[in-house]
């Protein structure tokens, strides 16, 4: 099996560096003209299927957005999630996960492991009860071929005062992260499969991403404020690496498919405008 790595590099390499996320906000399903409940967002799910699955590389449905409707919403889920990988989309599901490390096993049967309903390619997590606690959702990604972004420096004004504190070693939390997952992709090729998550919003903050030899997923863009000129402040010589993410920018732009399209498309040339001047 193909690592989430190798998969990740050629759908980057055919579809253009982009991650699009399915966040169905109860705003946006108003804008739609759909009702916030069960019945919209289905709708709202099968329409932003319909405009990314088959032209993104990578889509993110923001778990947190089906929950809210309970059992049903999880269906929705699953379903998507299936629309989404049979269009050809690599699919991560933004769920955030972390615990101790025998629960944190029962997360990574539930979405990295292939009979699960919910099986993804790759999820985020995270990992403030400790990157080694995150141990079994790396092995189970390892042996079926998925991926795991673990949160780093994350887009909002608030992370920064855990993962920018100073650990007793002198590090930040955010670069003990970021060494960690560097060493779990030493000798990838070409590139390993444990990402990392770092926000566009934050600036140059110093911290070193030169070994991460993995992908660095960057939510903020667009709706947050961040500008895909920002990605070169944020990331510098480590812009190769980097998957930008949108998710409201272009969901605004719905139900229309075709403006959805457009809208993505215009997003990933900005992207790919930055990406290839580094
Ligand atoms: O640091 C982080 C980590 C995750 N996110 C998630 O990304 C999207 C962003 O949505 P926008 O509409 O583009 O603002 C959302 O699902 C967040 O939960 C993040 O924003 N920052």
Known sequence: MESFGVRLHRAVAERGPLCVGIDPHPGLLGRWGLSDDVRGLDRFARIATEALGDRVAVVKPQSAFFERFGSRGVEILESTIRQLRSAGALVLLDVKRGDIGSTVSAYASAYLDPSSPLYVDAVTASPYLGVGSLAPMFELAAAHGGGVFVLALTSNPEGAAVQRAVAADGRTVAQTVID?????????????????????????????????????????????????ADLRTVFGSSLPSVLPSYSREVLNAGPDVAALRSVTERALADCRAVLAAA
């Not at 070409?190 to 990402?195: E, H, T, Y």
């Not at 911290?207 to 667009?222: I, W, Y």
């Open 180 to 228: 960690e997952i560097s060493q779990l992709n030493r000798g990838a090729e070409p590139l390993g499969s444990f990402g990392l998550v770092v926000g566009a919003t934050i600036g140059d903050t110093g911290h070193d991403l030169s070994a991460v030899n993995g992908p660095l997923l960057a939510p903020g863009l667009g709706a947050q404020g961040a500008t895909a």
